[in-house]
C-alpha cells in the first residue's frame, strides 16, 4: 500500500525521492498536477482540501498521510481538520504526520506566536481522537540555506533565511552564540520515513530529529570559510529589535520575519540532547544525520546534485 503525501511543494520533492528509493508508491495530494512529479511508483491525484469526501476518496488505499502544505492563515486549519477527517472515514489510513517541522514546540507551542492560532486547534484535534496514530515532528531550522541554489530544492527567501547567498548577506538574530538544533530537508525526509516503518502503536506525541546542534556564529564561519570568494556582510539584530519589530510590522511579511528572528534566539531552538539521542536510537538507527559542516563538503563531491 502506498504513503500519501499532501502538498506538492520543495519538501515533497526530497520526501518522494526517498520513498521511491525505498520502492515505497506514493500518492500525492495536490491541486494541480507538477509535471516533476510524472514519474514511476508516483501517483498525483487531484483533490479539493475543502471536500472531505474529496480527500477521503483519494487517501482510500493509502496507510499513513503526511502533510507538507505551508500556510500562514486559518486555511492551514481548515485543511488538516479535514485531512484528519478524511483519513478516519478510510479503511486503510492509521498514521497521520501534520505539517509542523518546527522547534520544540512541546515546551513552547506558542512560538512563533503567528502559528498558534491556526496550528494548536489541528494538535488539539489529534490529541482528542483515537482513530489515528500520529506525531509532531520538531526538527529545528533547515540548514539548506547554507547551499547554492543549484544543491536544493528549497527555495530562497531572502533575508528570512539567516544565509542569504544570492545577496551575500548574513542575518543573525541575537549573538549569534545561541544554540539550535538544525537539519537538511532530505535527512528530515528520511526521519519521516522511517517513522511510517516502525511498529504501529510505537510512535510519540512529539519526535526530535537534529542532523547537529551548532550556533549561527559557527554556522557563518564556515559558510565564509566554504564561499571564501564572497563578501559576506553580516548583521546582527537584537532581541529588542525584533519585538519591536513585531509591534511595529505593516505586513504579514515583516511581522512573521521578526518572529522567526525571536524564536532563533531563544531557548526552544535547541533540543534536549538526551530525547534526541533516545528517539534516535528508537527510530532512526541506520540513518546518516549531515552536520552542516557535511553538507558544505557535499557539494564538493556531487556539484550539480541536490544534496
Same mark, same amino acid.
Given at each position: @500500500?502506498?504513503?500519501?503525501?499532501?502538498?506538492?511543494?520543495?519538501?515533497?520533492? +526530497?520526501?518522494?525521492? #526517498?520513498?521511491?528509493?525505498?520502492?515505497?508508491?506514493?500518492?500525492?495530494?495536490?491541486?494541480?498536477?507538477?509535471?516533476?512529479?510524472? @514519474?514511476?511508483?508516483?501517483?498525483?491525484?487531484?483533490?479539493?482540501?475543502?471536500?472531505?469526501?474529496?480527500?477521503?476518496?483519494?487517501?482510500?488505499?493509502?496507510?499513513?498521510?503526511?502533510?507538507?502544505?505551508?500556510?500562514?492563515? @486559518?486555511?492551514?486549519?481548515?485543511?488538516?481538520?479535514?485531512?484528519?477527517?478524511?483519513?478516519?472515514? $478510510?479503511?486503510?489510513?492509521?498514521?497521520?504526520?501534520?505539517?509542523?517541522?518546527? $522547534?520544540?514546540? /512541546?515546551?513552547?507551542?506558542?512560538?512563533?506566536?503567528?502559528?498558534?492560532?491556526?496550528?494548536?486547534?489541528?494538535? #488539539?484535534?489529534?490529541?482528542?481522537?483515537?482513530?489515528?496514530?500520529?506525531?509532531?515532528?520538531?526538527?529545528?531550522?533547515?540548514?539548506? +540555506?547554507?547551499?547554492?541554489?543549484?544543491?536544493?530544492?528549497?527555495?530562497?527567501?531572502?533575508?528570512?533565511?539567516?544565509?542569504?547567498?544570492?545577496?551575500?548577506?548574513?542575518?543573525?538574530?541575537?549573538?549569534?552564540? #545561541?544554540?539550535?538544533?538544525?537539519?537538511? /530537508?532530505?535527512?528530515?525526509?528520511?526521519?519521516?520515513?522511517?517513522?511510517?516503518?516502525?511498529?504501529?502503536?510505537?510512535?510519540?506525541?512529539?519526535?526530535?530529529?537534529?542532523?547537529?546542534?551548532?550556533?549561527?556564529?559557527? @554556522?557563518?564561519?564556515?559558510?565564509?570559510?566554504?564561499?571564501?570568494?564572497?563578501?559576506?556582510?553580516?548583521?546582527?539584530?537584537?532581541?529588542?529589535?525584533?519585538?519591536?519589530?513585531?509591534?511595529?510590522?505593516?505586513?504579514?511579511?515583516?511581522?512573521?520575519? /521578526?518572529?522567526?528572528?525571536?524564536?532563533?534566539?531563544?531557548?526552544?531552538?535547541?533540543?534536549?540532547?538526551?530525547?534526541?539521542?533516545?528517539?534516535?536510537?528508537?527510530?532512526?538507527?541506520?540513518?546518516?544525520?549531515?552536520?552542516?559542516?557535511?553538507?558544505?563538503?557535499?557539494?564538493?563531491?556531487?556539484?550539480?546534485?541536490?544534496?
Amino acid at each position: @500500500m502506498s504513503v500519501a503525501i499532501a502538498g506538492s511543494g520543495d519538501l515533497a520533492r +526530497y520526501l518522494v525521492e #526517498e520513498l521511491r528509493r525505498a520502492h515505497q508508491p506514493v500518492v500525492i495530494l495536490c491541486r494541480t498536477e507538477k509535471e516533476h512529479f510524472k @514519474m514511476s511508483g508516483v501517483l498525483q491525484k487531484e483533490v479539493d482540501f475543502k471536500s472531505v469526501k474529496s480527500l477521503r476518496d483519494a487517501l482510500e488505499g493509502s496507510v499513513a498521510l503526511v502533510s507538507v502544505i505551508l500556510d500562514y492563515t @486559518m486555511a492551514f486549519t481548515e485543511v488538516h481538520l479535514n485531512l484528519i477527517a478524511a483519513c478516519q472515514q $478510510t479503511s486503510t489510513c492509521r498514521r497521520f504526520i501534520p505539517s509542523e517541522y518546527g $522547534t520544540d514546540i /512541546a515546551d513552547y507551542p506558542d512560538q512563533p506566536g503567528f502559528q498558534f492560532a491556526n496550528h494548536e486547534p489541528v494538535r #488539539e484535534a489529534l490529541r482528542q481522537q483515537h482513530t489515528l496514530e500520529w506525531t509532531l515532528v520538531c526538527c529545528g531550522w533547515l540548514a539548506d +540555506y547554507v547551499l547554492p541554489v543549484r544543491n536544493r530544492y528549497i527555495k530562497d527567501i531572502g533575508d528570512s533565511a539567516p544565509f542569504n547567498l544570492s545577496s551575500q548577506r548574513i542575518i543573525i538574530p541575537g549573538t549569534g552564540k #545561541e544554540l539550535l538544533d538544525v537539519i537538511s /530537508a532530505r535527512d528530515l525526509s528520511k526521519a519521516i520515513i522511517a517513522l511510517f516503518n516502525a511498529p504501529a502503536g510505537g510512535w510519540e506525541p512529539y519526535t526530535y530529529v537534529s542532523g547537529e546542534k551548532t550556533s549561527l556564529r559557527r @554556522m557563518a564561519e564556515q559558510v565564509q570559510a566554504k564561499y571564501a570568494s564572497l563578501n559576506f556582510q553580516i548583521q546582527y539584530i537584537s532581541l529588542n529589535q525584533l519585538v519591536n519589530a513585531v509591534r511595529e510590522s505593516k505586513t504579514v511579511e515583516e511581522r512573521i520575519e /521578526a518572529e522567526y528572528g525571536i524564536v532563533t534566539l531563544s531557548s526552544n531552538g535547541g533540543f534536549d540532547r538526551n530525547v534526541v539521542e533516545r528517539q534516535r536510537a528508537l527510530y532512526f538507527q541506520g540513518i546518516k544525520f549531515r552536520t552542516v559542516q557535511e553538507l558544505l563538503d557535499e557539494v564538493d563531491k556531487h556539484p550539480d546534485s541536490i544534496v
